[in-house]
């Protein structure tokens, strides 16, 4: 692998990204990335600070002097100020390389991105090298394992396909105790060492993440040794894995742990969410947005459903998208919840067939408050669920008793006409909640309590007047009609609501498609048809001003503000739509345009995913090796210099 310092800038595309990586804080990360800024220096490589955060260990902060910095922006926020790296300096100052700490940090609101990650990525694309650093509790994936370990909660995260991605990744590999030696002596953080040695410090939790680490870097890093290896037959494509999301306090780590599966199979990850039918024209729930974005950051991709069964409904899904896994996470209902409203999950291992199940347990007392109302949704032909069958059934039996035991007292002045009238409040109200077959059973006792009761003789099921016999004819008949239309249109209510699911997920995969293709020509084509537009262009910025780069339609937008809408999709490139009709809210257009800028936050990880599958040779190696890189000039500090 080329070093740094053997590119010049007229000859990068792409900047590359080398990350130092720790167990925890103070193993020696930042003085790690300043001592490499140091050499690039030495070696003529124009590398400045963008942000290094040295906590006031005298020895780090030494390491700056000697290297050029890009002064940090300052931001104003809730009556403070913090330093954010600024972005628009380095892109003008337009070094060779920059050094950025804390890769996972949340930049403060007000700034160009809101994680550093994305701020870096944006140095890449425009052609600079980028060294960082991180620990490995801000990988995505390990985020919970960390946290079940250490039992501090990581709340900035990295996607592990940005991390995986790195052209070099080193290992600061320090054992326990040397760590806990650090701190002893105040190296680390500053007159805490005793709760720092008896807390998260402790050798067990230390020797741990060190396993984790290096269990995370076989399983995404390239072997060192590249010589050449027999070829083994290409192995089919494996098959995906799909996650229900729920918004269950646990469903974060019920993905991750999808996310981890996922990984080592090599599998794509899948992420559907099951939706009642008459709530898919109201707006996601905050928790859904929140799992939604998790799980782009896995690097997996959403699709919502609509359904009534929820266990039939995914595994529907689960087997049109040819996902063979499933990854549920453990119900927390009491039993005699499960018992009244039966029990998702086993209904789900009872009827998976070749799908193999994996429940997650949960980490916490079942009896925590769920942040959505239980029942969630399922499509015709799935089967209902089994509360609303048996309440189906129930309403058959009971509604024409109690119809009828309410009228007897008044039948010489109501009729058997009044009865029957008011006996297909129960029909329809069968055939509403089960079908046809309830509306049956309800008609045939309507029929036989309504000559019981209300024909001539009384008591008896003997008809005496032809006329009593043809109304009770008339109404079977006439019940039998409306049950079935009533079935009949809570079907085509149902696929309605399967077709709006579907036509969403058309504008989610446009505007994925839209931010990712290289050729936007056939893009820009379907998105016009699509949605009824009068033109689209998609119009990139240059130093001499905006190009026109793919266009569709009728006197398409040449600049940003000649259209009706533009969306930026990624940076200098923004989509310009000219169309007769404003997106009203939760129409199809308007889920498009949401969906694209969804989809723009995610092209900077696809960007990164690219860049990994063209590495020639990448030198990952597990804890306890040497973790030094080979370098085609100059020579790496001494291990025991990175502190």
């Not at 390239?222 to 646990?250: H, I, K, Y």
């Not at 109302?373 to 032909?381: G, K, M, N, Q, Y």
């Not at 999709?569 to 949401?594: C, E, K, N, Q, W």
């Amino acid at each position: 692998m080329n070093d740094v310092s053997s590119r010049g800038p007229a000859h990068r595309h792409r900047g590359r990204l080398r990350i130092y990586l720790g167990i925890a804080p103070g193993v020696g990360k930042t003085y790690a990335m300043l001592t490499e800024g140091h050499r690039l220096v030495d070696q003529g490589v124009d590398t400045v600070i963008g942000l290094a955060e040295t906590h006031a260990r005298h020895d780090t902060e030494a390491l700056l002097r000697g290297i050029g910095q890009v002064p940090p922006r300052r931001i104003l926020h809730g009556g403070s100020e913090f330093e954010e790296l600024d972005v628009d300096a380095v892109l003008a100052r337009q070094p060779a390389a920059v050094l950025v700490d804390e890769l996972a940090h949340s930049c403060v609101p007000g700034s160009r991105h809101e994680q550093r990650w994305e701020d870096v990525a944006e140095l890449i694309d425009a052609g600079i090298d980028v060294v960082t650093a991180m620990n490995i509790a801000h990988i995505d994936s390990l985020a919970d394992k960390v946290e079940a370990m250490t039992g501090v909660t990581t709340r900035e995260t990295v996607p592990d396909s940005v991390v995986a991605s790195a052209d070099r990744i080193d290992f600061i590999d320090i054992s326990p105790e040397q760590l806990q030696s650090r701190i002893a002596e105040g190296g680390v953080l500053r007159g805490t060492t005793g709760q720092l040695l008896t807390g998260y410090f402790t050798a067990d939790r230390l020797a741990a993440l060190r396993e984790v680490a290096g269990q995370w870097l076989r399983d995404h890093g390239r072997p060192r040794d590249s010589s050449p290896r027999p070829q083994a037959p290409a192995a089919p494509a494996l098959d995906g894995v799909l996650v229900a999301l729920t918004g269950d306090p646990e469903a974060e780590h019920v993905l991750r742990r999808a996310a981890r599966i996922a990984d080592s199979l090599g599998a794509p990850l899948l992420g559907v969410h099951v939706r009642e039918p008459s709530g898919l024209d109201s707006p996601d729930p905050a928790w859904l947005a929140g799992q939604r974005q998790l799980l782009s950051r896995l690097g997996g991709r959403f699709t919502e459903v609509a359904g009534i069964d929820v266990a039939a409904t995914v595994l529907e899904f689960a087997r049109d998208s040819g996902a063979h896994q499933l990854v549920l996470g453990a119900s927390r209902r009491s039993r005699l919840e499960e018992l009244l409203h039966g029990s998702v999950i086993n209904k789900t291992i009872r009827t998976a067939g070749s799908v193999e199940v994996h429940v997650i347990p949960a980490r916490r007392g079942r009896h925590e408050h769920r942040a959505y109302p239980r029942r969630i949704p399922a499509l015709w032909p799935p089967q209902l669920p089994v509360p609303r069958r048996v309440a189906a059934w129930v309403v058959a039996i009971v509604a024409p008793v109690a119809i009828t035991l309410a009228l007897a007292p008044v039948r010489s002045s109501i009729g058997l006409g009044g009865a029957l009238l008011c006996d297909l409040f129960g029909v329809v109200g069968a055939a509403l909640l089960g079908g046809v077959m309830p509306a049956l059973l309800a008609t045939a006792l309507s029929v036989l309590l309504a000559d019981y009761f209300f024909t001539a003789p009384v008591h008896t099921f003997r008809v005496a007047d032809w006329v009593d016999l043809i109304a009770l004819i008339t109404f079977g008949g006439v019940a039998i009609v409306v049950g079935g239309l009533v079935d009949l249109l809570t079907r085509q209510g149902l696929r309605a609501a399967r077709s709006t699911a579907e036509a969403r997920n058309v504008a989610r995969l446009c505007a994925d498609t839209l931010v990712h293709q290289d050729d936007l020509s056939v893009s820009v084509d379907t998105i016009r048809g699509a949605f009824a537009l009068t033109s689209v262009a998609v119009l990139r910025s240059t130093p001499a001003g905006w190009s026109l780069e793919a266009a569709s339609g009728t006197q398409p937008p040449t600049e940003p503000g000649q259209g009706t809408i533009d969306v930026g999709i990624g940076p200098g490139r923004v989509l310009a739509v000219r169309t007769d009709r404003a997106p009203r809210s939760g129409d199809l257009l308007d889920t498009f345009l949401a969906e694209l800028r969804t989809a723009t936050q995610r092209s900077l990880r696809s960007e990164f995913d690219r860049a990994a599958s063209q590495l020639a040779s990448r030198a990952i190696a597990p804890p306890g090796a040497d973790t030094r890189f080979p370098r085609k000039s100059g020579s790496d500090p001494p291990a025991d210099a990175i502190r």
